[in-house]
């Protein structure tokens, strides 16, 4: 098994940093407390059971959000094992290029109904997620930031009621005597 970080194994299992890993760091692109999400990654790694890539871990409030690429999904345990690693509450979520799926990995248990474009007059676009009820606390902010940095759009999320299957289908009768109010 095989956890591919964007720091040096050696690095982030030592704690002293090279001067690229460093960098890397200091420009923002990852922060000093990431370091001890990769170490836990680094060690839960042999039990994982295919090939894990870290991109990035955020902190909403207590809780931390860890955005790992996997070709074989991930399995139930591990948030738990990072959470006990880490000292904190840990959600793993699977990262993909996918917009919509990634939204529906970061904003679950709310499911997500559509993603609607609007073309600005500035010429920007705007990504609108729908969802059939509002997220968790907290995540509606990381998952717009998420998304934006992943799409290059602006992203609103708004919760709407998903239509039930009989409000999005009309009984036959319904139509048949629309039918007959028209001649037809």
Known sequence: MAVRIPLDTICVRSGLLCPRCEARIREGEYEEWEIDVMKALLDVGERLGGEV?????????????????????????????????????????????????????????????????????????LLQVKVDRSPRRGVEELAKKVLSLVSGMEVTIQATQAPTTTEARPDKSDIRGALDKIGL
């Open 53 to 125: 890539r870290y991109v990035k871990a955020h902190r909403v409030g207590g809780e931390v959000y860890i955005f790992l690429e996997t070709p074989k999904g991930l399995p139930v345990w591990l948030g738990q094992e990072l959470s006990r690693a880490l000292g904190a509450r840990v959600y793993v979520v699977e990262y993909s290029k996918d917009l919509r799926r990634l939204a529906s990995n970061l904003l679950h248990p709310a499911r997500v109904i559509g993603l609607d474009y609007s073309y600005l007059p500035d010429g920007s676009t």
